[in-house]
T-cell receptor, first 110, second 123 residues
């Protein structure tokens, strides 16, 4: 089974709607990273969460790390077509590599 | 700042051949990690290089090897290519500044910057 589970796997929303993507870990997270990926391209860093209860925002995207540090959510407010892509969560397990979830594919239609 | 650059962007190879992918890290970064991303999957860690040495390795066979040069750039080599090696290969650079129990660890207050990737197709 995956160490990091993302849900949903796929999401189709109408422009202007809010949405949430979840990332659940089977182990304690030392750092949780959110990346966005356009199809077939590299990963764009969105934000990193480290402390339980931490919340960060960038433009219309907000990410939270729960108190027990085993789950994170990414919330997009008033979605736009530019938000479309694949959202990946990555975990730092106190080693020198990142473990990634399988990603959530987001489509936003006008 | 050009960020992380990878070359080539696309590559088509025949089964059994060998391939070399290249990565130049973001300016100021000294650590390079390589990831393999199959279609529809999240990236899988291959290995990481720091100070011209392989510091950590994922679950990949010895056909996958690498190198880091004094200028911190890196190469990923794959020998005896298989059809299953077809994937997007991503390079990530970071700055290592934490040692935990003699093991290099990604600094908790930095992030890894990724290149655009090399799309390898094995036919």
């Amino acid at each position: 089974s995956q160490e990091l589970e993302q849900s949903p796997q796929s999401l189709i929303v109408q422009e202007g709607k809010n949405l949430t993507i979840n990332c659940t870990s089977s182990k304690t997270l030392y750092g949780l990273y959110w990346y966005k990926q356009k199809y077939g391209e590299g990963l764009i860093f969105l934000m990193m969460l480290q402390k339980g209860g931490e919340e960060k925002s960038h433009e219309k995207i907000t990410a939270k790390l729960d108190e027990k540090k085993q789950q994170s959510s990414l919330h997009i407010t008033a979605s736009q077509p530019s938000h479309a892509g694949i959202y990946l969560c990555g975990a730092d397990r106190d080693t020198d590599k990142l473990i990634f979830g399988t990603g959530t594919r987001l489509q936003v239609f006008p | 700042d050009a960020g992380v650059t990878q070359s080539p962007t696309h590559l088509i190879k025949t089964r059994g051949q060998q391939v070399t992918l290249r990565c130049s890290p973001k300016s100021g970064h000294d650590t390079v990690s390589w990831y393999q991303q199959a279609l529809g999957q999240g990236p899988q860690f291959i290995f990481q290089y720091y100070e011209e040495e392989e510091r950590q390795r994922g679950n990949f066979p010895d056909r996958f090897s690498g190198h880091q040069f004094p200028n911190y750039s890196s190469e990923l080599n794959v020998n005896a290519l298989l059809l299953g090696d077809s994937a997007l290969y991503l390079c990530a650079s970071s700055l290592a500044n934490i040692w935990r129990d003699s093991t290099l660890s990604l600094a908790s207050n930095t992030e890894a910057f990724f290149g655009q990737g090399t799309r390898l197709t094995v036919v």
